[in-house]
């Protein structure tokens, strides 16, 4: 039985108690052992992260000891998958470009905040983890991220939707769902999800569905019993915090 674990917390704006619930549901139903922590003291057991196939932050605008990310980041390295949505993934830890960088991107603003009605455009490819799945609107936070290039995009929104100092630029397709990989291991993430009724609309429910599981299968078809580890890669790593 795979094992995944969420953990959830920061800004409560966000719902991320009723996010998960909603996770624990999906991955329940597909035959995961699920433990929820409301903790970032979770992320303190190096050893038993490793044992995982899964890990789900859900955790918006917080501060987490450098020690907590090196163990998540090793992790993931090792084959563990790193899923996760909205602001509680890509704005967890505005602080630590770590996490930043073993996340894929990072928020930078939502313009005409909540309630801005847009389109979320598929990229067909070879992927499955959006064959099937059609174009479809959303009447929520349009996020704005700054975003790692190695990702690999696989939907998009179009900028600008409202008004704002960025509209001269012209139109930009800004990524909405991405995956990349940390390590041998996958991570997965989905802008979608200011609030839980936003998790539960069957398209983003079954994005973060083929993303739970595409990045628990990293470990089985990656992972090794030594893997190589890098343990700082900013210049950040050395620190005792």
Known sequence: MKKALIVWGGWM????DQAAEHFRG???KEGFSVEVSDTL???ADKEKLMSLDLIIPIWTM?????????????????GVGLAGCHGGMCDAFRENVDWQFMTGGNWVAHPGNDGVEYLVKIKHSSSPLTAGIQDFTVK????????????????????PTVPGPHELNGPVDMPVVWTKRWGVGRVYYCSLGHV???LRMPEVTELMRRGFLWAAEGKELYGSTNPVIYTSYTGMGDSPD
Not at 66 to 72: A, D, L
């Open 26 to 28: 999906i991955l329940e």
């Open 140 to 159: 929520s936070e349009q996020y704005y991220l700054h975003v790692d290039p190695a990702v690999e995009v696989l939907a998009v929104t179009q900028f």
């Open 41 to 43: 003291e979770a992320f």
């Open 196 to 198: 839980a009724s936003v």
């Open 62 to 78: 917080g501060k987490i000891p450098k020690r907590y990310v090196r163990n998540v980041s090793e992790a993931v390295q090792s």
């Open 13 to 16: 704006g966000h719902e991320p």
